[in-house]
């Protein structure tokens, strides 16, 4: 069975720090993502990483939140630093394993950002 269970979010002020966890099982997968929806837009992309370490982020996000994965532990994490109020979303971790057309979808984790 394939599981994308994201935790860690919440509410932090502006200029905080939150530690997103994405714990993905059910596939091998080479590729996670994670993503985010503020209220009235669009999905966004935030921060992607290969198996192989390389990594790619948003230019919104780029200095600030960095992207990492815990292999014995099969998690990846989302480390957000100096947090602003346009970073308010859901946040989703996705996971892609080879051969698979689409991304794995976690639930989601709300991150709250007050000014």
Known sequence: ??????SGGGLVQAG???R????????????????????GKEREF???LRSGGSTHYADSVKGRFTISR???????YLQMNSLKPEDTAVYYCAANAPGIGTYDWGQ???VTVSS
């Open 1 to 6: 069975q394939v599981q994308v269970v994201e």
């Open 46 to 48: 935030v921060a992607l």
């Open 20 to 39: 997103l966890s994405c714990a993905a099982s059910g596939r091998t997968f080479s590729v996670y993502a994670w993503f985010r929806q503020a209220p």
């Open 70 to 76: 815990d292999t014995a532990k099969n998690t990846v």
């Open 108 to 110: 989601g984790t709300q």
């Open 16 to 18: 905080g720090s939150l």
